[in-house]
Each structure stands twice: as C-alpha cells, then as structure tokens.
C-alpha cells in the first residue's frame, strides 16, 4: 500500500521550514551566523538542481558547471566596479551571459558522450578560469569585492536589509524547483529521459534529442547563473576560485550525496554536504578524512543518495 506521507516527503517538508524560519530561529538561539549559513547552502541548492536537470534527467554529467555560478557573480562584480549597480541591469547581463555561454559550450560538448563530454565539459570551464584569472583589472586570482548590492530600485525589496536578501534566496529556490519540477513532468521532460536511456532509440523515431538536451542545458546554465547572481550579492565578493573544477565537482557530489534523478534531492545534499563540512572543520582540520569515507559509504550502500533510501523503506512499509 502507497502512502501520501512518506519520510521522504517529511524530509522534504522539514527542510523548507527550517530554511523559511532560520532568520528568527537562529537569533533566538544566539547563533545568528547560521542565516549567511542557510543562505549560501540555499544558493549552493540551486547550482545543484540545475545540475541535476541535465544530471540526474538528461544523463549529462557536467564537470564545468560551476562556471556558470563565475559568470552570474562577475556580471554582478564586473558592472559594479562600473558603478552600475541596478539589478535591472546586472540580472538580465547575469541571466543573457550565462544562457550565451551555456548555448556555446552545449553545442560542443553535446556532440560527445561519457567520458568524452566530462573531459570537455571541464576544459571549456577551465578555459573561463583562467580568463578570470588573466583580468588583472577586476582583481585577478584575488577576486574583486562588490560595494553595493544589486538595487531594484524600491525600498520595498532593498537586498541591503539581510532578512529581504535571505528570503529572496529562498524564493529562488523554490522557483527553480517549481520550473524543474514543471520541466520534468512535461513531454519535453519525458524526451529528455528517455535520450539519457536510449538516444539511438528515440532519434530512431524522429525525435531530434540535441535540440533538447541543448535546451536543457542553456536552462540549467541560467538557473546556475542566478545562483552565481545572488552568490555575489550575497558574499559581496568574487573570486576566480568559485568557479574552479572542484567546485563543479562539490555540485556533483551534492547532487549525488541527495539523489540523482529527484527533485527535491540536490536540496537535501547541499545541506547534508555543506552543514556536515560546517561541523566538522569546527572539529578538526583534517575533517576530509572523515568526509570523505562517508560520501563512499553513500555511494555504496545508498544508490538513490539519501531521498532514495528515505523512499526505499516508504516502499517498504
């Protein structure tokens, strides 16, 4: 017998209410700092449900994701130094740069499979790297710091007031997974999973598969784009080293430590995976050395991450 409330869903749950009231949870626990906390692990979640648009649906396992995050932030820090600080500019140069450079590389990189697509996936990332490195105007390998949030221009929505900063994070958030939940219930969707299956198959009777995994591609470029957006808003700082490969590779593992192929799944990794990294460098500073073995220990004995367990022993009741 299925039930409506399985202790994935009560994962689920808990999580965006705690993300929704840790702004006066954490005062009131005399741990303020846990709201910047909640704040980045929330931006992190949305780099990683992109990924797993293409990832966990699309079968396109992306080691150059995180470039998109450098692009959102440098538009941000980049026309800052300008002294244009208007959103309505910033978020659309953010969002346009992210969609151009994620249509370029997919048009490359989709030409590949396996191992092949990893490997050129990550080149081309590296390649904006290092020409973020190479601008010594906007700070080179010691980043660039932005002095004024992104202004809307209303008092109403001021990103200066850190709780309108913190909830603005979180409305991304949820509208990320609404547009991929959206995307992966639609026919294009069911195309997207089926190619990740069986490409061959599916081109087999008439269904041109690169126009959609392109698609999808530019769409999770942008959404990684805006984390990278509200990141520099956030941070109030850049750096060539957010968008280094590791950082990709930290957004694989999220996916991963959650649940490839779930919704709600990279939400719970960016916060299983950033809150454990939090307490237990507070522990010792050699805290990879217990990290590390538990995210085996997940690969290994949790297939499906931990929403894949959380709905195995649902099943099972």
Request: contains cysteine; glycine residues 10%; charged residues 10%.
């Amino acid at each position: 017998m299925t039930h409506w409330w399985t202790p994935a869903r009560a994962v689920t749950a808990l999580v965006l209410v705690l993300c929704a009231a840790v702004p006066y949870l954490a005062p009131a626990l005399d741990e303020p700092f846990y709201v910047i906390v909640f704040a980045r692990i929330m931006i992190w979640a949305i780099a990683a449900v992109s990924l797993n648009l293409i990832m966990g649906y699309g079968g396109m396992i992306s080691f150059g994701h995180a470039a998109y995050l450098g692009i959102g932030g440098y538009a941000v820090a980049i026309l800052g130094f300008h002294d244009i600080t208007s959103a309505w500019v910033q978020l659309p140069v953010a969002i346009g740069l992210s969609a151009v450079v994620a249509l370029v590389f997919g048009v490359i990189c989709l030409r590949t499979r396996g191992i092949y697509f990893i490997m050129i996936t990550l080149a081309l990332a590296q390649m904006v790297y290092f020409l973020s490195v190479s601008a010594e105007r906007y700070g080179s390998d010691d980043g660039l710091n932005i002095l004024w949030r992104s202004d809307f221009g209303t008092r109403f929505f001021d990103l200066e007031d850190s709780v309108v900063m913190y909830y603005t994070i979180f409305a991304v958030l949820l509208g990320c997974l609404l547009v991929k939940w959206r995307i992966v219930m639609s026919r294009f969707g069911m195309v997207l999973r089926a190619s990740s299956s069986n490409d061959t198959r599916v081109q087999a009777v008439g269904v041109p598969t690169f126009r959609y995994r392109l698609v999808a591609f530019v769409i999770a470029g942008v959404m990684c784009g805006l984390a990278g957006f509200l990141q520099a808003n956030l941070e109030r700082f850049v750096s060539p080293d957010m968008m280094n490969w590791h950082r990709s590779g930290e957004l694989i593992l999220m996916t991963v430590l959650g649940g490839t192929s779930t919704l709600f799944g990279p939400v719970v990794g960016a916060v299983v995976f950033l809150m454990l990294s939090e307490i237990l460098s507070t522990i010792t500073i050699h805290w990879h050395l217990v990290f590390g073995p538990f995210l085996v220990l997940v690969v290994l004995f949790a297939r499906g991450g931990v929403m894949g367990l959380l709905g195995s022993r649902a099943r099972h009741d």
